[in-house]
């Protein structure tokens, strides 16, 4: 049972990728780090001997503080937190204990240089309708929380990406883009190692919308249909990204937790 300042991987595995995800934060040290430079998915790196410095930023969220073992840096740290008006907490086991229960680990080498205010910036074409949704969805969800999306016209995404110091995405001949027959969305889940049964189904409807096969998910013209509805309900892409967060959400859970799920009228019908 954990401890009442401590959270378990299998709890927190099941916040991650929702709305509801705490603020992540990985205070193991530099040497631990260098030695296996993966991250939980969303997490971000942070001095605990600065905790006092920096806890103030987190006031009020939920936080979920990760240490090599779940010992004296992490909880250290979420104590410093609490002083803060952080409610935070500790991983049980710490990062250790998440790899040796085989949980998703991103590969921290893979993501792009982080801005003077910690995000990731990514850049793509404007007006999105599936892949340049999902992508966003994917990395909010379980890279970076806190990333920006730049919608430019497509001409200037290459370009913007070099003077923003951004990551071009879905545009040809970069790196984060479609592979043969994989989607842009495919190759963010091999590349940050994000391969769960729940994303991988979300992945073929992603695909089957995303390149007109259709056939290879009986969802995916739901999907399409939806993403369309809201390109044409927005002008704004970045109003249009923010429902669309809510749109992926909601298939990410029945990806997760209903697919086995029917319904059916009237529910309560008496048997005869």
Not at 19 to 41: C, G, M, S, Y
Not at 146 to 152: I, Q
Not at 163 to 172: G, I, K, L, M, T
Not at 252 to 257: I, K, L, T, V
């Amino acid at each position: 049972m954990s401890a009442p300042s401590t959270i378990s991987s299998d709890k927190l595995i099941r916040l991650i990728g929702t709305a509801k995800t705490p603020v992540l934060i990985d205070v193991r040290t530099d040497e631990d780090f260098a030695a296996d430079q993966r991250l939980i998915p969303g997490a971000i790196r942070r001095n605990p001997a600065e905790a006092a410095d920096w806890g103030s930023d987190y006031a009020g969220q939920p936080a979920i503080v990760v240490c090599f073992r779940g010992e004296k840096l992490a909880q250290g740290t979420a104590a410093w937190l609490r002083h803060l008006d952080v409610p935070a907490e500790s991983l049980e086991g710490g990062f250790e204990g998440w790899k040796a229960a085989k949980l998703p680990l991103i590969d921290a080498t893979k993501l792009p240089p982080r801005d003077a205010k910690g995000r990731t910036v990514w850049v793509t074409r404007a007006r999105p309708k599936i892949d340049r949704i999902a992508c966003p969805w994917l990395i909010r969800r379980f890279v970076d929380p806190n990333a920006v999306f730049l919608f430019v016209a497509p001409s200037e995404v290459v370009a913007v990406g070099e003077r923003f110091n951004a990551a071009p995405f879905d545009v040809e001949n970069v790196f984060w883009s479609h592979r043969g027959e994989k989607c842009t969305f495919d190759v963010m889940i091999e590349e940050f190692g994000l391969a769960t049964a729940p994303l991988l189904r979300l992945a073929t409807m992603v695909r089957a919308a995303d390149t007109a096969r259709l056939d290879l998910s009986p969802e995916a013209p739901g999907l399409l249909a939806a993403s369309l509805g809201l390109s044409r309900m927005y002008d704004d892409d970045l109003e249009q990204l923010a429902a669309g967060m809510l749109l992926y959400d909601a298939f990410y859970r029945w990806c997760r937790d209903a697919s086995g799920e029917t319904h059916n009228w009237p529910t309560n019908k008496a048997k005869q």
